[in-house]
Every structure is written in C-alpha cells, then in structure tokens.
C-alpha cells in the first residue's frame, strides 16, 4: 500500500493523527479520501474548492510534484509538505 | 463574579486570559487554535462554548470550539465553502451565537449558520443574492462580512455588516436581505449616497432597543433609531471620523465608546500618537475623551475592528487590543486604564466574559 507522510501542523489538529501511514488508495485524490475516513476533516484542511490542493500544500509522490490525479503504485510515498510560505 | 475570561485573536493564534472578580490579575494560555490566524472569538453563555474564526495560510478556514473553557479545541469547516465553482474561502472574520445556532461571516463576503454547534455549516444564500452584489468590491481588509448582531428575541431578524459595502438586515431568517445604509455617507465615491458601498467597520446594538444602533464607519460615526433604515452623523466632537473598534453598553442604550484613529490614508493609528477611548453617555450626542493610564506620546498603534469587548459587569469593564499586540483593560467604564499583556501578536479580536 501506498505511505503517505504528514506534516506536524496537520497531524496536530487532529489528535491520534499518525505522522505516517499506509493506505489503500491509487492517486492522491483517494489518498486523500482514505486520510478523512481515519481523520474527518482532514480533506478540508487539505483541499479547496474545486476541489484543489490548497495553494500553500504541496504534494510529492515519490520526490515528484504530484496533483490530485497523479497515481499510486503499491510502493509510492505520499509527502504532504506545507509550502514556504504563509503569514 | 468570581471569574472572568478574556478572548484574544491574534495573527498569531488565540490566547485565553483567566482573571479573578475584580478584572485586575489575569494568566494567559496560549497561543492556541494551533497557532492559526484568529479574527474573532466568542462566548455562548447557553452552552459555555468558546468560538474561534480564523484561516490558516496553508489549511483554510475554520471556525474551533472549546467546550472546556479553552483547554482543548477541535474545529471544522465543513459545508464552509461557496461550492466547488465558487470563490474559495480564505478565513472566517466573525462568529456569533444565536438562538442555539452558530453564525459564521467570512471573506469574500458571506454568512453561514450552524445548526450543529459547528460541526456542519450550510450557505445563508439571501445575503450573496441581493442584487448589489455584482458591485460589491473589497475594502484595506478585503471583502468581508466582518459584523454579525442578531436580534435578542426574535430569530427572524439579524443584521450584518460588510465593508465597503454596508450594513444589510434580514427579518425572514436570512432568506432575503435589505441594504440599510440611508444617511451613511460614502466619502470615497463621486455619488456620495448610494444604495450600497458605504464602509462600514463595525456595528453595535443598543441595549434593551433592538432598533437602536451605533455604526462606527470608514467616514463617520452613525446612530440609527429605526433598525438601520435611517442613519444620523454622530461625529461631531470626536478627534477623527476614522477608526474600526465600537463598544456599546449591556445595560445603558446611551452609552457606547470607540477609539478614533489618523485619517485612513494617514495611517490609522492614535491620533498624535496619543492613544485615547471615546464615550458617549447621551447616545452620541457628545462625547468625552479617556486617555489615563494609556500611552499619551510616540503611540503609532491602531486598534482593529473586533479588538474592544465590554463584559457584562457592574461598572463594565471594557478591554481593547492594539495592533501592536498590547492589551489594555479598564474596569470603570473606561474612565482609566492598565496594561493586562504586553507582547502579544498583532491582535485582531477580544471578547470579555463574566462567568458566574
């Protein structure tokens, strides 16, 4: 299954959040999905209307830029990094 | 009163003071709300909630909750959006308890309710299709529904205020709106009483007179008498038309304060750089400046528009934050003052609770 990795200041509104998991998904959209069944919510810290990753998050898979269509094999790395940038 | 809370907004999360009876020693906690941007806070004296509004540069809006008195929070957001084709929402500017519902204004302007205690929020759609709309444009702070004032008694009937673009009611529960912003001059347009556009900064009700209001404006202070539709200049013998934060009484209808700012393109802070609160004792019709205990030289500091609280206290005590981050309280009506924090960040909203 695909690892996907949090960052600190998502995991911490969400208490139990792991900083590290494994999930069933095969893009990042479903990735996403999987996060906000084990956290709801989550999907709304992360995406905007449209729906859009949030234009200060950025996603990784496997070192790569990813968008939310972007696939998963079995072995991919999810990062979820905030951007530098904010107030 | 054996206790009082104080509720800070900064640009760099919430703090909560905790103060004894007597509003003179306070210890704070914080930063909370995750370190997140918080516009304003909230008590619910039905549920004894703290609501939170605020957005983060990088996760969005939220409104959090605290249902222990600030110790621990969760928060939500969800149903908090214009749809997937409509304007994202960067952060929530107000949130108002109200006949067992949350209210919740947000930038670009617009209202949400909860009927859940925050959980889920669904779109008062009324407001965004008055026809002004298409006109609506932002102001310094952008396009936000930054005040919301329901009616004590009836649920039906609500006012909200946006800037630069005015004050609107409804008295359907939010199905339609009415812009009531006659009398308010807007000073920065060729037409300078137009049905919409008028900048206004903050809006207070009356106690006990839910048709009676003082409107602080980008180009005036305002009294109304008649629920928004007629609007009077009030201005006369304030130091500036100018300024964001108004304070009205919990028990005298006649008395309200606000704190003057320099002229808007002069940078809106103290007047000469002497930091004073304006009363009115006899709704507006004059009014006494109150500067002891406040910085009176080289004070550059604004206040904005949500930073002043008055609790519900006998004498009242009112506190105001200053964009500079300090905290100032005063437990005589506003007679004099001290310093409660210093230090703090930029600090955007404060609300003052009694507890019981």
Known sequence: ?87 | MTRSLLLVGTSKGAFVFDGDGARKTWSLRGPLCEGWPIHDLQWDPSTRSIYAGGGSAWYGPAVFKSDDLGETWNHSSEGLTYGDDGPKIPTVWNVTPAHGSIFAGVEPAGLFRSDDGGATWRHVEGLREHPSRPGWQPGAGGLICHTIVPHPTDPQRMWIAISAVGTFATEDGGTTWEARNRGVVDCNSPDPHPETGQCVHKLVMAAGQPDRFYQQNHCGVYRSTDGGHQWEDISKGLVSEFGFAMGAHPRDPATSWVIPLSHPEEGRTAPGGALGVWRTRDGGDSWERHGDGLPQKNAFVGVFREAMAVDRSDPVGIFFGTSTGTLYGSVDEGESWSVVAANLPPIWGVEAVALD
Do not use: K, Q, W
């Open chain 1, 1 to 87: 299954m695909p690892t996907v990795l949090l960052p600190r200041s998502l995991v911490s509104l969400f208490p139990g959040a792991p900083r590290r998991c494994e999930v069933e998904a095969a893009s990042v959209a479903d990735a996403i999905d999987r996060l906000d069944d084990v956290s709801p919510g989550m999907r709304n810290r992360l995406l905007d209307a449209g729906p859009s990753i949030r234009r200060h998050i950025n996603v990784y898979v496997d070192g790569i830029p990813a968008s939310l269509a972007t696939p998963l094999g079995p072995d991919s790395v999810v990062h979820i990094i905030p951007a530098v940038s904010g107030g």
